[in-house]
């Protein structure tokens, strides 16, 4: 006989994709069970920067101060610094992750929540041990071997690596967050554009204290151009910071065509003082690893009752640092819509919308990161190192920068042009916050008749707030005497929320009667004095982009489902139709 275990969800995979599905899940009151091949979680750093997008995730999932607790804090991220070795000459800094003081504004304006950075070591048992304290069944050491689906339900075929045993997991819905190199991904069939392994890249982690070298410009990346740093790799070589500043990362490239090289100890110590800048430097290689850059990304994130997020699905370099925080994100995607229809509020044609909204996310990530890897060739071109013949060539280069001539005035221009695109790796406010579910494409996401406002500035660097029909919720103050509260704060995981002010109060009436009628938790929420909340700054009334008896639907995941420009004559039918759209009920 074959031992069957029931869940209604498996996940297959603990990373920052799959204990975060795993956290909303439970959060939600649905019962799961997390496998994932391993003993433990992540052994290496990985991932570390967290966008505001994510942080605001873990806000509303109650963990963000826990996150905070363990992260390098916003003002130690930002002072990055491109150079010829930390302890050598500097080619110029960039105020990143919105640490210049004028971006800083834009970033505080657009979230109750700054970018920090935690390593996945730390972020993963977090994830995970929230997970299970709220619900999760976590299964270590349980490798997912394959599954076979029918009308009702997915029979997962697993293997515990412990014992040796294998046994079936008999779940309503799968979920398959194993990464890049995700086999349930494989065996649903995925469709992907784009390739795997266009370049090597090796990473060192090593401890040495470099407090003197970096405390004064503190960043969490060093880049270091020298010979060989644009082979392979993310586009120069990289010292990260792990902990400040003994705890470090390197990425250095290698030639793929050449096969993977063998690293040892010694080699490793010669990158890392090379790179430091210091031949005599005190460090302790405490691992290598080799890894290959990936440029791709699946049209299609399931099938059936079989769903894939995070590497699973966009595979890419770790530029703009995007890789964990769009895994985050997939699963709170996904997350409330699985609930809502084992819960029995939403028809199964609400899970087709987690391609529809997140298919496009998955290929804007992966050509974003892919062409900040590519775009570090023009700092190399700006100062002449693309064509130089050998390393001695290649210093002379560097040299010609400092020259008081007209080629010199002329290279300074370049570098300082090539810095500046660099933004759209380090700064790119519009793609961490801007992402957007088309009306046209998701039927959980209803137009108002008007068309998506176009950008006054570049999308890609700043982030417009706005509550067209498929954006984030915009993020202003609100609360009163006592209370300071984000908007976001207002609209909970669990349920819709609808957001009026004082002329628009019928729409709160009309709120308890749909959600009464659909079985649906709808919240109002009036905005204005002496309701609920109020406007603290006046900046919501600016920000609702409707009158002020207008109202917005707030989703579950904080995008905005639909809203209404002015009070309508029944509002109860209007909100009982636009919810049974988003939800499939019709
Ligand atoms: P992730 O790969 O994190 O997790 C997959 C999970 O599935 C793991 O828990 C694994 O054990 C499990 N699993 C796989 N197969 C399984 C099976 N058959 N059965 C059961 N469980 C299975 N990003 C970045 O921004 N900066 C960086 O510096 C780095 N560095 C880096 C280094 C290395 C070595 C790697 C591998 C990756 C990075 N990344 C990175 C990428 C970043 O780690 C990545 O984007 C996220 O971890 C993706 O999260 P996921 O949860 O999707 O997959």
Redesign the pocket.
């Given at each position: 006989t074959t031992t069957v275990i029931e869940t209604d969800v498996l996940i297959?995979?603990?990373?920052?994709?799959?204990a975060s599905a795993a956290l909303f899940l439970s959060t939600l009151g649905v019962r799961n069970t997390m496998?994932?091949?391993?003993r433990w979680?992540?052994n290496?750093p990985?991932?570390?920067?967290t966008n505001q997008r994510t942080m605001e995730i873990f806000r509303d999932l109650g963990i963000e101060d826990r996150v905070l607790a363990d992260a390098t804090p916003h003002h130690l991220m930002g002072d990055t610094v491109f150079c010829t070795a930390i302890a050598g000459e500097e080619i110029g800094r960039i105020l990143t992750w919105g640490t210049h003081p004028a971006r800083r504004a834009d970033y505080e304006l657009a979230s109750p929540s700054l970018p920090c950075d935690i390593p996945?070591t730390y972020l993963e048992p977090t994830l995970v041990r929230a997970a299970t304290v709220r619900g999760t069944q976590t299964r270590f050491s349980?490798?997912?071997l394959g599954h076979t689906q029918d009308d009702e339900g997915v029979n997962v075929r697993v293997l515990d690596r412990f014992s040796g045993t294998e046994y079936t997991i008999r779940a309503r819905y799968l979920i398959g967050?194993?990464?890049?190199r995700s086999?349930v991904a494989a065996d649903i069939g995925l469709p992907y554009e784009g390739r795997m392994d266009i370049a090597g890249s090796m990473?060192i982690t090593f401890k040495a204290d470099l407090s003197q070298l970096c405390g004064h410009r503190p960043s969490v990346l060093y880049w270091v151009i020298r010979p060989g740093a644009d082979v392979g790799g993310i586009g120069a070589g990289l010292v990260?910071m792990v902990r400040p500043w003994n705890e470090w990362?390197i990425?250095w490239g290698y030639d793929i065509e050449q096969g993977p090289p063998e690293v040892t100890d010694e080699d490793a110590v010669r990158i890392v003082r090379e790179l430091v800048g210091d031949p005599e430097l005190d460090v302790e290689i405490t691992g290598v690893?080799l890894?290959g850059n990936n440029e791709q990304y699946a049209t299609n994130l399931q099938h059936g009752r079989v769903f894939c997020?995070?590497?699973?699905v966009h595979k890419h370099p770790?530029s703009n640092?995007?890789?964990?925080n769009t895994?985050v994100q997939d699963s709170y995607n996904l997350a409330w819509k699985i609930a809502a229809v084992l819960q029995g509020r939403a028809g199964p044609g609400l899970l087709d919308t987690y391609t529809a909204e997140r298919a496009p996310v998955a290929r804007q990530i992966v050509v974003r990161a892919n062409t900040s890897a590519r775009e570090f060739g023009a700092l190399f071109t700006a100062l002449g190192l693309d064509t130089a013949a050998d390393a001695e060539q290649m210093r002379a280069r560097l040299e010609e920068r400092k020259d008081d001539t007209p080629e010199g005035a002329a290279k300074r221009a370049a570098v300082r042009a090539a810095m500046a695109l660099k933004n759209y790796e380090f700064n790119a406010h519009g793609v961490e916050l801007g992402q957007y579910y088309d009306p046209a494409v998701s039927s959980a996401v209803v137009g108002d008749g008007t068309s998506r406002r176009a950008p006054t500035r570049d999308p890609e660097l700043y982030y417009e707030p706005s509550t067209d029909p498929g954006v984030r919720l915009p993020h202003a103050w609100v609360g009163d005497g006592m209370r300071k509260l984000s908007t976001h704060d207002l609209a909970g995981y669990d349920g819709f929320t609808l957001l009026t002010g004082v002329t628009g109060e019928p729409w709160a009436a009309a709120a308890h009667k749909a959600a009464e009628a659909l079985g649906v938790p709808v919240e109002p929420v009036v905005i204005g004095p002496g309701r609920a909340v109020t406007d603290l700054y006046f900046d919501w009334a600016e920000l609702c982009g409707v009158a002020e008896d207008g109202a917005v639907l707030v989703r579950p995941d904080k995008h905005v489902g639909w809203r209404s420009h002015r009070l309508v004559d029944d509002p109860e039918r209007e909100l009982v139709a636009v919810l049974s759209r988003i939800l499939d009920r019709t």
């Open positions: 297959v995979g603990s990373g920052p994709a799959g496998i994932t091949k391993y979680t992540a290496t990985r991932a570390h920067i996945q349980t490798e997912y967050a194993d990464g890049a086999q990473n990260r990362l990425v690893s890894w997020a995070g590497d699973a770790p640092g995007l890789g964990s895994s």
